[in-house]
């Protein structure tokens, strides 16, 4: 479609225009939709008559100015992949309803001054608060200077405990990890998984050691298999374990491309996954785990719900209430790479 | 750390606050400060001294309801993964200097009334611009309603050819990927690719069949293996291709997912990857493409450039031009899954 010339252009309906329909003056008009100030009830409903009349959508952003409040929450994140943010994003925006709020996304790239500024452009739009949301489970410094709206921590927690964090149960999740391995009737489990430097590859350790040991056991090799979070070292590490003690008959990964790895390994062995060993990723990446022959059982952070807990504490805290911080366990998908054994 | 009951909460110094230094009244600071009516330079050098002095930073979201201007692009997005408009967010703010524009990212969820609410959420809050970022290649509905700004959609056109649409060659990248394979010393070349429902795919095939055709040849099976995106459709074409035409040499694949499903059965079949035969997948998708076994030769769609130019196109707009719709071609990331044979 082409612009016709002699059609002018669409200019949205101004407080002028409904106030002037309405024949009251801009300052009633305006304290009649934003239902502040002594206005008569008739006069009121004639100013609301004309603004339906005239589709007025009354400029949130000078609603802001006079109320405070936007219905806009600002999403603050380094995860270059959105594979993390975009749930939480979702989650966030559901908390309330759809169609009540808007999350806006800005990508601070883990760039601290681009994160200054990405909160500055948020807050001069008066976003009614802030979710930050980590690219790693470390506590991560609190926001820089006076932030005058709430804010919530996401996945990575704040190093400031009095601050407001909704966060995974890393450890929780190595323990159901190991738990279901051992319903399915497994005893001799290795745990191979990404950086020791990582928070979560050190917490999930710690769940899955727990475990075994509340049944008695230990890790394959008496320690975890630190490494990195790819298939690479999955493959390398899966090498390892199954030369050095063939009688491994599950591995916990501590990521779903690990997993990939240690599968493809597993296949070169011969080993037959699930019926001669199991095997559980974490993380439930879709285009990663559900894919895969076999199709991978994984953990799930159920980081949508996540979103929805920092959305509904972030709104309680706009309101002012005075949450405090949450960690959530995960929960196992099951898929064909692990089947209970007779 | 938790607040010390006796400091007073930090706020923000306001333009009140200016005015009171300088000795001016609010109008007239606020004149000298956005530059505009009658201000004596004295007097205008004196406010701005006075804002300098204690760090006033004037309220973007006022002086944008003022000039119009608030150095704020929106991108609606419907990518679900965040694959697709993470880079080009992150292109769309390189394209004028960091630190120059925030981008605010709203995911409409493939949805046409959560998209308008956010447009509606990001109009509300004076952004300059709007970046439409599709999900798939085809052709998408221009934004409903009347839209104030500028408007650039990447990835997907806009089916409205009056607008601006940055996108993808897809037809060069599927010529730029056969030529990779004849450059190889390739001949019999087979192409397994996605749903025949997406333009991507249909231009991708038609690519390489031209290419295919200038240099004397046909695909394997003469025709593309139309299918789906994900590996299990690579592993089970690649099964068909192999068992029909064992003489293959080559397979173009529509994704890197594919590529990965149809190294798998490359494998199985005991073929050498790259010696015996080449694989050369479609996206660079980094998780899938970059650790593979062997890891995997892609197209690269350059999402990045592509937001970069959306961005600079629209901030062209923006200043009042009339850009014009661009496609831009891939580029061959080269990896251990094709090698030139002797």
Same mark, same amino acid.
């Given at each position: 479609?082409?612009?016709?010339?002699?059609?002018?252009?669409?200019?949205?309906?101004?407080?002028? *225009?409904?106030?002037?329909? #309405?024949?009251?003056?801009?300052?009633?008009?305006? %304290?009649?939709?934003?239902?502040?100030?002594?206005?008569?009830?008739?006069?009121?409903?004639?100013?609301?008559?004309? #603004?339906?009349?005239?589709?007025? #959508?009354?400029?949130?952003?000078?609603?802001?100015?006079?109320?405070?409040?936007?219905?806009?929450?600002?999403? =603050?994140?380094? *995860?270059?992949?959105?594979?993390?943010?975009?749930?939480?994003?979702?989650?966030?925006?559901?908390?309330?309803?759809?169609?009540?709020?808007?999350?806006?996304?800005?990508?601070?790239?883990? *760039? #601290?001054?681009?994160? %200054?500024?990405?909160?500055?452009?948020?807050?001069?739009?008066?976003?009614?608060?802030?979710?930050?949301?980590?690219?790693?489970? *470390?506590?991560?410094?609190?926001?820089?200077?006076?932030?005058?709206?709430?804010?919530?921590?996401?996945?990575?927690?704040?190093?400031?405990?009095?601050?407001?964090?909704?966060?995974?149960?890393?450890?929780?999740?190595?323990? =159901?990890?190991?738990?279901?391995?051992?319903?399915?009737?497994?005893?001799?489990?290795?745990?191979?998984?990404?950086?020791?430097?990582?928070?979560?590859?050190?917490?999930?350790?710690?769940?899955?050691?727990?475990?075994?040991?509340?049944?008695?056991?230990?890790?394959?090799?008496?320690?975890?298999?630190?490494?990195?979070?790819?298939?690479? +070292?999955?493959?390398?590490?899966?090498?390892? !374990?199954?030369?050095?003690?063939?009688? !491994?008959?599950?591995?916990?990964?501590?990521?779903?491309?690990?997993?990939?790895?240690? =599968?493809?390994?597993?296949?070169?062995?011969?080993?037959?996954?699930?019926?001669?060993?199991? !095997?559980?990723?974490?993380?439930? +990446?879709?285009?990663?785990?559900?894919?895969?022959?076999?199709?991978?059982?994984?953990?799930?952070?159920?980081? %949508?719900? =996540?979103?929805?807990?920092?959305?509904?504490?972030?709104?309680?805290?706009?309101?002012?209430?005075?949450?405090?911080?949450?960690?959530?366990?995960?929960?196992? !998908?099951?898929?064909?790479?692990?089947?209970?054994?007779?």
């Amino acid at each position: 479609m082409t612009t016709e010339p002699e059609v002018p252009a669409y200019r949205p309906p101004t407080l002028t *225009d409904v106030a002037r329909l #309405a024949g009251v003056s801009v300052a009633t008009a305006s %304290k009649a939709i934003n239902g502040r100030g002594e206005v008569r009830s008739t006069t009121r409903v004639r100013v609301l008559e004309a #603004a339906e009349l005239l589709s007025f #959508a009354p400029n949130a952003l000078a609603r802001g100015l006079l109320s405070g409040r936007t219905g806009t929450v600002g999403l =603050l994140t380094s *995860d270059l992949e959105g594979r993390f943010s975009i749930p939480i994003l979702m989650g966030a925006e559901d908390a309330s309803g759809a169609g009540q709020v808007s999350v806006f996304l800005c990508d601070a790239r883990g *760039d #601290a001054i681009r994160e %200054k500024h990405h909160v500055q452009a948020l807050l001069s739009r008066r976003v009614d608060g802030l979710i930050v949301v980590g690219s790693r489970t *470390d506590p991560r410094p609190p926001l820089a200077g006076n932030i005058p709206v709430p804010v919530v921590y996401v996945y990575a927690p704040s190093a400031d405990p009095a601050d407001i964090s909704i966060t995974v149960d890393n450890v929780g999740g190595g323990r =159901l990890a190991i738990e279901h391995l051992l319903a399915c009737g497994r005893r001799t489990i290795a745990h191979i998984t990404g950086e020791a430097g990582f928070q979560a590859a050190r917490d999930r350790a710690e769940g899955a050691a727990a475990a075994l040991a509340a049944a008695g056991l230990r890790m394959v090799g008496d320690r975890p298999y630190f490494g990195s979070w790819d298939e690479s +070292w999955g493959r390398a590490a899966a090498h390892m !374990v199954v030369e050095q003690h063939p009688e !491994v008959d599950a591995i916990f990964c501590g990521s779903d491309q690990i997993a990939r790895g240690v =599968l493809e390994t597993l296949r070169d062995f011969g080993r037959d996954v699930p019926r001669s060993i199991s !095997v559980i990723g974490f993380d439930n +990446w879709e285009a990663i785990a559900a894919d895969s022959r076999p199709r991978l059982t994984s953990i799930d952070m159920n980081l %949508k719900h =996540l979103g929805e807990v920092a959305g509904q504490r972030l709104f309680a805290a706009i309101e002012g209430a005075a949450p405090s911080s949450e960690e959530f366990p995960g929960r196992v !998908v099951m898929r064909e790479s692990t089947l209970p054994v007779g």
